[in-house]
């Protein structure tokens, strides 16, 4: 007897059972109507034909039901039949995995129109999953009914920590379902509730829901409109838990009042750590009144202020505050228009304190003055490991400020200067500083115009620097001669493992300089060419470095003058490589998008990157890997009940563990 076929994994008559009864459950007179009499064999085309954007979803809606009643979901592999629609299809095998699948633990549906009705299926499923931890709804158009559908199955779920279910049109009532929820799920840890209109009143409703609340660790209310208002009531809620880590409230239209209320919180609670508060209009006022809770507070250790209309005497304030705050490890003013006088009182603050690790100022109007007076601090600091002043003019007074700093700090892992006018000179100096320095890991220094000069002045330096990994000289009309100064150190340099030179000058000359440096090099993992003058020469010089290279993983040659011949150089390498899993060769005339070359260097790149078992051979493993004994007995009596379904495996869905 030949194998049974179908989702239902039996004879056209099982079949056409399955979907008359989900016909007669979704009460569709019209659906109902068109099967009667129809022989079983044509049911399921003739429901196909017959469906509506009002029948499809009395369809979903009707299998979910089923689920929700603890059945196994055959009705939900009758939707997936009887619609032949593929958004469907995929949900509703999504949502059998759910029911089944005890070692489905990440489930991604963001992009994907489920709207309302596939929310509730999808929720329906997710009630009665014991084994999938984190859910992405993102953008599926689902709204208020859908929320509620969530909001029920987080009531039973006690497996999912992470939901992210933002850019839907939840609007307040969908905040108030979820918040409900809060008060009686004990396993969420996070929840993303960014673009979802969800204004004052949805804000309210999460701050009661955190007063009751004991797990939720990370809330995420980015762009939802809910002002001063909105920042008040959640205060009560800051208040009341003791749990709640991260709160972002970015781009909220919260003013000085908002940050009011919310200063006055920081000042009691113990137990968030991050507070971010980016493109809102504190101004001066708010910024005082946030100082003013850190000077008590001992538990935040991120305070987030980017492009909060803060100027000198905003940051006046918070400089004051550093002072005594010995919690708050990074500290981000960057695009607010502090000047060279704010510049000047946080340097001098950095010098009386001792926590402060990580401190964003960039495009906030400070010139080389301000950049001294920062250098000063940094030089008197022993905690500071990441510093980023791009977007400011520094020049070479700031720079060579800078360059002391560097040598008498032993901490600064990360420095980012891009864009800070500095020229191949001010490269100089700091090369200078980074001789000196055993702790620099990282320095980005693009858009500066550090030209030939420069690059070889911090070539010089990387003779005998052992502590900086990735540098980062995009767009500084670096030509061949610098390319070149840089491949030299490259060939005995083995500490550097990130290089990017993108749009610069570097010709064919460069490229075969950097190419014959891949050779001997031990250390580069990363190499970023996109945007040069490079043509077939450099090409295949590149190409043949690769042969003999056993660290370089990405390469971008993008948008360079190669073709025909140097696409096929780099096809060649790849064959010979088991390295190189990320090669980028977009933009250059011999190596179009479907060329058949572009094919078969995107083939050889997937065989090198190793990817995981396909979905089939994750689907052998569930019974060995069943989180529990309910789940195993649930998928052997699934297994025994409906047979082989391997043709009928859902896609790919991103399966972790």
């Not at 990440?106 to 999938?132: I, K, P």
């Not at 919260?254 to 009011?260: L, M, S, T």
């Not at 009144?289 to 250790?301: F, H, R």
Request: aromatic fraction near 2%.
């Amino acid at each position: 007897m030949d194998a049974p076929k179908g989702p239902l994994a039996g004879d056209a008559a099982t079949a056409a059972d399955a979907i008359r009864e989900l016909v007669r459950r979704s009460g569709s007179p019209g659906l109902e109507a068109a099967v009667e009499g129809v022989p079983d064999e044509q049911v399921e085309q003739t429901v196909a034909w017959s469906l509506d954007g009002v029948d499809r979803e009395a369809l979903l809606r009707a299998g979910a039901e089923e689920v929700l009643r603890g059945r196994a979901p055959e009705l939900l592999r009758a939707v997936r039949t009887a619609v032949d629609e593929w958004e469907v299809a995929m949900l509703c095998s999504t949502a059998s995995e759910l029911y089944l699948d005890a070692c489905l633990e990440s489930l991604d549906m963001a992009g994907q129109c489920l709207g309302n009705a596939g929310a509730v299926v999808l929720a329906g499923a997710l009630s009665v999953s014991d084994s999938v931890t984190e859910l992405c709804v993102y953008g599926t158009m689902i709204g208020v009914e859908g929320a509620e559908a969530f909001g029920e199955a987080l009531k039973r779920n006690t497996s999912l920590t992470t939901l992210r279910i933002g850019q839907n049109p939840l609007g307040p009532e969908g905040a108030a379902a979820l918040g409900q929820a809060l008060l009686a799920n004990s396993t969420l840890t996070e929840l993303y509730l960014l673009s979802s209109s969800i204004g004052a009143g949805g804000a309210a409703a999460v701050g009661q829901a955190l007063q009751g609340n004991t797990t939720l660790i990370v809330l995420d209310l980015v762009c939802n409109a809910i002002g001063d208002k909105g920042a008040a009531a959640l205060v009560g809620g800051l208040r009341a838990n003791s749990t709640l880590a991260a709160l972002f409230l970015d781009e909220n239209g919260i003013g000085d009042e908002g940050a009011a209320a919310l200063g006055q919180a920081l000042g009691k609670n113990a137990g968030l750590t991050c507070l971010s508060l980016a493109n809102n209009s504190l101004g001066d006022a708010g910024a005082a009144w946030l100082a003013d809770g850190l000077k008590s507070n001992t538990a935040l250790e991120s305070l987030l202020l980017h492009e909060t209309g803060i100027r000198m005497a905003g940051a006046a304030s918070l400089a004051d505050a550093l002072r005594t705050n010995a919690s708050l490890l990074k500290l981000d003013v960057g695009q607010c228009c502090i000047g060279d006088e704010g510049a000047a009182a946080l340097g001098a603050a950095l010098a009386s304190n001792s926590s402060l690790t990580e401190l964003d100022w960039r495009t906030t109007l400070a010139s080389s003055s301000g950049a001294a007076a920062l250098a000063a601090g940094l030089a008197a600091h022993e905690a500071l490991t990441k510093l980023v002043l791009s977007g400011n003019e520094i020049g070479k007074e700031g720079a060579s400020a800078l360059a002391r700093a560097l040598r008498a700090n032993r901490t600064v892992t990360e420095l980012s200067l891009v864009a800070c006018g500095i020229g191949c000179s001010s490269a100089a100096a700091l090369a200078s500083g980074l001789a000196a320095s055993e702790s620099l890991s990282v320095l980005k220094l693009g858009r500066n115009l550090v030209g030939d000069e420069g690059a070889a002045a911090l070539a010089l330096v990387l003779r005998t620097n052992s502590s900086l990994t990735s540098l980062h000289l995009g767009h500084n009309r670096i030509g061949d001669e610098g390319a070149a100064a840089l491949a030299l150190v490259l060939r005995t340099n083995s500490s550097l493992t990130s290089l990017h030179l993108e749009h610069n000058r570097i010709g064919d000359a460069g490229a075969v300089a950097l190419g014959g440096a891949l050779k001997p090099n031990a250390g580069l993992t990363r190499l970023s060419l996109d945007r040069n003058r490079i043509g077939d020469d450099g090409a295949a010089a590149l190409a043949g470095g690769l042969r003999s290279n056993a660290t370089l993983s990405r390469l971008d040659m993008s948008n360079n003058r190669i073709g025909e011949a140097g696409a096929a150089a780099f096809h060649a390498s790849l064959a010979a490589s088991r390295v190189l899993t990320e090669l980028y060769l977009s933009g250059n005339p011999g190596a179009p998008s479907r060329s058949r070359v572009a094919i078969a260097v995107r083939k050889l790149m997937d065989r090198n990157a190793d990817r995981a078992a396909n979905w089939d051979a994750r689907r052998l493993l569930v019974l060995s890997r069943c989180a529990s004994e309910r789940a195993r007995a649930r998928a052997r009596s699934w297994a025994a009940a409906v047979g082989d379904e391997a043709s009928y495996a859902p896609p790919p869905l991103s399966p972790r563990g």
